[in-house]
């Protein structure tokens, strides 16, 4: 999506099942953690879960409002539109439909979110390293 086009969710808020919570907050802003902004750690779970093509059902779980649409940089939402064409999960002449886009996109970050905390809570690595070697085991 070029992006000259206007931010297709400026007026939505972005959520994760209510578990990840703490993983987005605990994980992110500060000078020690490996994040950021909240919402590229989030981009990081929905390209992990993209990636193994698993989406979790969302649709009767508890769900933590994280962030809002309108703040997210062209970049950002370009990725999302990638991540939720990768498998076909929105059909390329839906694209227009953001909010298609934004639900599979919630769908994989809660797969990769529960496969990121799996690897923050084993071993003694500082977390940095911990994300690293949980990507290269992802994509040997």
Known sequence: MP???PNP???MRFEV???YRYQLQDHCGQKKNPFVKQFDLFILAAAIGAKENKKTDIANLEMYGFAEGVYL???QYEMLWL???IHDDVALADLTNARAVKTVC???AATGLRKIHGWLNKGTLEIPE???KGIL???D
């Open 130 to 132: 911990k994300i690293a």
């Open 106 to 108: 919630e769908s994989y």
């Open 137 to 139: 085991k992802e994509i």
């Open 17 to 19: 099942p209510e578990d």
């Open 83 to 85: 991540i939720s064409t």
């Open 3 to 5: 992006s000259n086009i």
């Open 9 to 11: 969710f400026a007026k």
């Open 73 to 75: 940089s062209s970049a």
